[in-house]
């Protein structure tokens, strides 16, 4: 899940996997796979950023430690 903001200002948290193209037409409109397009204030490189840092965020919270300590 990603942060961005509407044109409208109105902050809303979307779904990345849902995303099926990003253009910049000026406006950033996102393209779902649910057929909805979005709009938004946010570059399409903000966007991929973004859902870079959320995949990296994921996959570190999921990675085993790296050593356990016994007690």
């Known amino acids: 899940m990603i942060r961005v903001t509407r ?3 109105a902050p809303m948290i979307l ?3 849902l995303i099926e193209h990003i253009d ?3 406006d950033t409109v996102i393209a779902l796979t649910t057929g909805q ?3 938004v204030r946010e570059t399409a ?3 991929v950023s973004r859902i870079v840092n959320f995949r990296r965020d994921i996959q570190i919270g999921a990675s085993p430690p790296l050593h356990r300590t016994l007690v």
Do not use: A, Y
């Open 24 to 26: 910049e037409t000026p």
């Open 45 to 47: 490189d903000e966007i």
């Open 15 to 17: 779904n990345s996997d």
């Open 7 to 9: 044109l409208n200002r």
């Open 37 to 39: 397009s979005l709009r």
